[in-house]
């Protein structure tokens, strides 16, 4: 029972990291003051959080966990959100705090479903299994994401026609305004492209650890990288102002393209995709 919650309680742990990435990611990008106080202290819970199962080791154990690479990681994670905060705190680096923590986050979830711990626990299955709903829950949400940023650029497209025409309707006051669409893609996009990324780590550490033979380049791994490179380059582009107004509307559309091919063709030519 005290495996089983103490499990329980390090899956929280990688799902609220999760969550603070995302935040800041948003608020790098809008500086949002909000989210950015989000973030921190979702930051803060998980650096509590590892700070009290550091602890509560070092007792059980009586020692400082540094002997083995397993415990090694951990404390590794542990100085590098350490760090992330107190620059944080008193040198005000968000950019570093933000890479910092991408790091951090990769090394916890290797932490949090490493094989060796997964052969010691007696709920191994478990940690696997839900390793592998956390991966495939991150991913559907991502296509979600991008899904809206779709509908945003077509409800965009359809809206300057419509101005451009000056053609109204009794339902045009119950469509949203321009500003909105071009805000719905933006915001879909922000979130869309963290939130793929972490389920392309979680997934890739439960495929090392579930399965006995697997490539980085199946099919499905590489075209969600790809998918990351395509919106990366959209926002990037839209940021830098090469891309604006219908140009980004339909970059949204042709990249959700990308999206279908991935979720689909993708999935049919992965060696160990079956499941989707």
Same mark, same amino acid.
């Given at each position: ?5 103490? +499990?329980r ?8 990291y999760? +969550? &603070? ?7 790098y ?8 106080? &989000? ?12 700070t009290g ?5 070092m ?12 415990e090694?990681?951990y404390?590794? +994670?542990?100085? /590098?959100?350490?760090?992330s905060?107190l ?5 005000k680096?968000?950019y570093?705090?933000? *890479? ?8 916890m ?12 626990s007696?709920?191994g299955?478990?940690l696997?299994?839900?390793l ?5 829950t991150?991913?559907?949400? !991502? ?6 940023? *779709?509908?945003f +650029?077509?409800?965009? /497209? *359809?809206?300057?026609t ?6 109204? &309707? ?7 305004? /321009? ?6 893609m933006k ?7 963290p939130?793929?990324?972490? &389920?392309? @780590? /979680? ?6 650890v579930?399965? !006995?033979e697997?490539?980085?380049?199946d ?15 959209v ?5 830098s102002?090469?891309?604006i107004?219908?140009? *980004?509307?339909?970059?949204? @559309? ?10 689909f063709?993708?999935s ?6 079956f499941?989707?």
């Amino acid at each position: 029972m005290a495996d089983l919650t103490m +499990a329980r309680l390090h899956e929280g742990m990688v799902i609220l990291y999760a +969550a &603070s990435l995302v935040f800041y990611f948003i608020d790098y990008l809008n500086n949002n003051k909000i989210i950015h106080r &989000s973030a921190f202290w979702i930051l803060t819970i998980v650096f509590l959080l590892q700070t009290g199962f550091l602890i509560s080791y070092m007792i059980g154990m009586k020692r400082f966990p540094v002997l083995s690479l397993f415990e090694g990681i951990y404390f590794y +994670a542990w100085l /590098l959100l350490t760090l992330s905060i107190l620059l944080h705190l008193f040198y005000k680096v968000g950019y570093a705090v933000f *890479f910092l923590n991408v790091i951090g986050f990769i090394f916890m979830t290797i932490h949090t479903f490493a094989p060796i711990q997964i052969e010691q626990s007696p709920i191994g299955e478990a940690l696997i299994s839900e390793l592998l709903f956390i991966h495939i829950t991150f991913a559907i949400l !991502s296509y979600t994401l991008f899904s809206a940023a *779709f509908v945003f +650029a077509v409800l965009y /497209l *359809f809206l300057y026609t419509l101005l451009k025409k000056k053609k109204w &309707s009794k339902q045009f006051s119950r469509l949203p305004s /321009l500003q909105q669409t071009a805000t719905g893609m933006k915001v879909a996009i922000y979130i869309g492209i963290p939130v793929l990324f972490i &389920s392309l @780590i /979680l997934g890739m550490q439960w495929a090392h650890v579930a399965l !006995s033979e697997w490539s980085l380049f199946d099919m499905k791994i590489m075209g969600s990288f790809f998918l990351i490179a395509v919106y990366g380059s959209v926002l990037f582009l839209q940021r830098s102002g090469k891309l604006i107004a219908n140009d *980004f509307a339909w970059a949204n @559309i042709f990249a959700f393209l990308f999206v279908i091919i991935n979720f689909f063709l993708g999935s049919k030519l992965s060696g160990f995709h079956f499941w989707m």
